[in-house]
């Protein structure tokens, strides 16, 4: 279970109905590559993944404080926070919103990735300290406006050196409601933060 809770969430963004897809989000975290299949719509997003045979859900609603982690060979949803450190760990899109609060944006240009027109920007921390100006780059991150998603980011910052998420294989999706809902019969679960 403490395996599963490492590969978590993405953050809330809100995402206008003609951005509703589905797409595969390519994840590579501490050396090793994960594949999730990501449902985004204007209610929030969902993504399904099934690591060493443990599957999950992760839901995220618009406008909500709350992640939930669904894993439903137990039938049980672990309740998290978008500023909990393990969610910060290990989720590329939240870690670079949470950050973007308290940093610069520099925009580079535009590319395009996959096929898809993006606008790729940098994230950098700029500080001042008593030996003068520190800047570090935390992330770059190439978006669609199409989407109103993160197509591609490489995350500068991570313990174990960087890590990249990228989105491919987008296709519409008709959301329904109940995707993002915790199913009946659940039991839910506050998850602790490290």
């Not at 925009?107 to 003068?132: P, R, V």
């Not at 570090?136 to 993160?150: A, G, H, I, N, R």
């Not at 989105?167 to 506050?190: A, F, H, S, T």
Request: charged content about 25%.
């Amino acid at each position: 279970m403490n395996k599963l809770l490492f590969f978590l969430s993405l953050s809330l963004l809100t995402i206008p109905a003609e951005a509703q897809f589905k797409a595969k989000m390519y994840f590579t975290s501490m050396g090793k590559d994960h594949v999730f299949t990501v449902y985004s719509a204007d209610a929030g997003y969902r993504y399904e993944f099934n690591e060493d045979g443990q599957e999950g859900v992760v839901i995220a609603k618009t406008g909500s404080p709350d992640i939930f982690i669904l894993m439903s060979q137990q039938k049980m949803a672990m309740k998290s926070s978008l500023d909990n450190p393990m969610t910060l760990l290990n989720d590329p899109v939240g870690s670079y919103e949470y950050h973007k609060e308290n940093a610069t944006i520099k925009e580079i240009g535009h590319e395009k990735i996959n096929g898809i027109d993006c606008l790729k920007t940098e994230l950098w921390n700029i500080n001042s300290n008593e030996f003068g100006q520190v800047n570090q780059k935390l992330f770059t991150v190439w978006t669609s406006d199409e989407y109103d998603f993160p197509v591609k980011i490489i995350n500068h910052i991570e313990v174990s050196g960087e890590s990249t998420m990228e989105i491919r294989e987008i296709e519409p999706w008709k959301p329904d409601p109940e995707y993002l809902e915790v199913p009946d019969g659940y039991q839910v679960m506050n998850m602790p933060g490290m």
